[in-house]
């Protein structure tokens, strides 16, 4: 068998229509969702990141605002940015964009934005509210995957899947992710003794490492559903090749799904930063009338 490629620019695009009608309301209520994206020094690194993301969140109907700060900007003046980012209305969304330079700790900058403007999901309150099944802003990527998965013909109750990675931002929260719709799942990382012998036995496998070609073929129940969310540049005799943490060709002989990548979780989670973006405008629009609407004296 040879298994369906998953098609993420389509699922995007269908993700990008429905932001758009709902941004489109917002703006006709006064509140046009609007992101802006903080780097920090050079840039090189993430302005294919930005650019894509300027990119869908023009066809998405949601402003966009790129700065860039010097490289010796301190901690202090990027955290009193980001105070500034959090009391200002016309921002609804804050993305910060990595790699950052040495002396700015990445953890440090996301808990200082405000969890209603947390559209990465990267906040420790955005994180921790998936333990108890509240999706409001949760991890692009973590969410993007879980939704690819939503859209095949597989139920999720019972569904056993296994998540190789467990980092904080994608492994363990797709695993929460996914036991909240009534999946039972299994996390390997680089203690688990024998990866394959839970992948083989998953309906769904997950994975997200960094490590290009750790899973194969034969590590797959026949007619499982892969989703490969690493990315990793690879030399080939072609020249520089974007590939993900799974064997292409040998896992795509075995498995019933299989994302590619580049092309597969990728627009798919630029898609869900930009539901982030109007469903924060929403609930910040929901909390200004909350805290500030006239009543009765």
């Given at each position: 068998m040879r298994a369906a490629l998953i098609d993420g620019k389509a699922i995007a695009a269908d993700m990008r229509a429905k932001v758009s009608q709902e941004a489109e309301e917002l703006a006709a209520a006064g509140w046009q969702p609007k992101l802006v994206s903080v780097s920090v020094g050079d840039t090189a690194a993430a302005e294919l990141y930005v650019r894509n993301q300027q990119r869908s969140a023009e066809s998405a109907g949601v402003a966009f605002e790129a700065r860039n700060y010097p490289a010796e900007t301190s901690l202090e003046q990027l955290t009193g940015i980001l105070q500034g980012l959090n009391a200002d209305p016309r921002v609804n969304g804050i993305i910060i964009q990595r790699p950052l330079p040495a002396h700015i700790p990445v953890k440090v900058l996301q808990k200082a934005v405000h969890p209603l403007k947390d559209v990465e999901g990267m906040h420790p309150a955005s994180i921790g509210n998936i333990v108890y099944n509240d999706l409001a802003l949760g991890p692009c990527t973590a969410v993007a995957a879980v939704e690819i998965l939503k859209t095949l013909p597989l139920p999720m109750e019972g569904l056993n899947v296994t998540v190789i990675g467990h980092s904080e931002i994608v492994g363990k929260p797709i695993a929460f992710l996914l036991m909240g719709l009534g999946a039972t799942v299994t996390v390997c990382h680089h203690m688990t003794r024998s990866v394959a012998m839970h992948s083989r036995a998953a309906d769904a496998v997950f994975v997200a490492v960094g490590k290009p070609g750790l899973v194969t073929g034969d590590m797959l129940k026949l007619g499982a559903a892969l989703i490969d969310?690493?990315?990793?540049?690879?030399?080939?005799?072609?020249?520089?090749?974007?590939?993900?943490?799974?064997?292409?060709?040998?896992?795509?002989?075995?498995?019933?799904?299989?994302?590619?990548?580049?092309?597969?979780?990728?627009?798919v989670t630029v898609a869900t930063l930009m539901k982030n973006a109007v469903l924060a405008t929403r609930m910040q629009m929901e909390h200004y009338a909350a805290s500030y609407a006239k009543t009765d004296i």
């Open positions: 969310i690493g990315i990793n540049r690879i030399e080939t005799a072609d020249g520089p090749k974007t590939v993900g943490d799974a064997d292409f060709d040998s896992c795509s002989e075995v498995a019933g799904w299989i994302t590619p990548v580049p092309g597969g979780v990728g627009p």
